[in-house]
T-cell receptor, first 113, second 114 residues
């Protein structure tokens, strides 16, 4: 069965620092991978997605993620965090034979000035 | 910007009341979903629909029910609300086939049952 693990429940960084949010998945075939962001009181917004091809994908708001099949990982990165990036971040996995997404537990990002 | 709307945004209601959470999308998507989200927890799929007159139970058992009479509308109903139903409910929709399509989410309904 598919599953997604986000090991970090809560991360705090200083504004301007680099960021990496971890995501590990479990799936037998090539997964479809997503990162979503949820601001307080809001729904989820897609940051980026990986289906195939280049394993480094670029998203909105300066985020990128790298698919590493050998590590079953899809970590989200940003070189310089802004205070407005404070939010909850969810990794999700889908597959070609299902219309359902499996979400991780989320990582709450706090940004200090 | 996603064209999927949920009402109400916030609802506080007494135990035993019947409630309906509304979800509408104007994108013509066939597939719609309801997720339940508790603080610090992942999103759990409770209902989904592949189109009009199609509804399925999700991975997490829920006492709620859904209907899909029109493509754009996917309401969720609780016949008798209980404090254990307190949670955030997120509606989403997708187009196309398979899991490689973006899901668009509404802003959610935060339900509190007292």
């Amino acid at each position: 069965a598919q599953s997604v693990t986000q090991p970090d429940i809560h991360i705090t960084v200083s504004e301007g620092a680099s960021l990496e949010l971890r995501c590990n998945y479990s799936y037998g075939a090539t997964p479809y991978l997503f990162w979503y962001v949820q601001s307080p009181g809001q729904g989820l917004q897609l940051l980026l997605k990986y289906f195939s091809g280049d394993t480094l994908v670029q998203g909105i708001k300066g985020f990128e993620a790298e698919f590493k099949r050998s590590q079953s990982s899809f970590n989200l990165r940003k070189p310089s965090v802004h205070w407005s990036d404070a939010a909850e971040y969810f990794c999700a996995v889908g597959s070609y034979n299902t219309d359902k997404l499996i979400f991780g537990t989320g990582t709450r990002l706090q940004v200090f000035p | 910007e996603a064209d999927i709307y949920q009402t109400p945004r916030y609802l506080v209601i007494g135990t035993g009341k019947k409630i309906t959470l509304e979800c509408s999308q104007t994108m013509g998507h066939d597939k719609m979903y309801w997720y339940q989200q508790d603080p610090g927890m992942e999103l759990h799929l409770i209902h989904y629909s592949y189109g009009v007159n199609s509804t399925e139970k999700g991975d997490l058992s829920s006492e709620s029910t859904v209907s899909r009479i029109r493509t754009e509308h996917f309401p969720l109903t609780l016949e008798s609300a209980r404090p254990s139903h307190t949670s955030q409910y997120l509606c989403a929709s997708t187009r196309g086939q398979g899991g490689n399509t973006e899901a668009f989410f509404g802003q959610g309904t935060r339900l509190t049952v007292v």
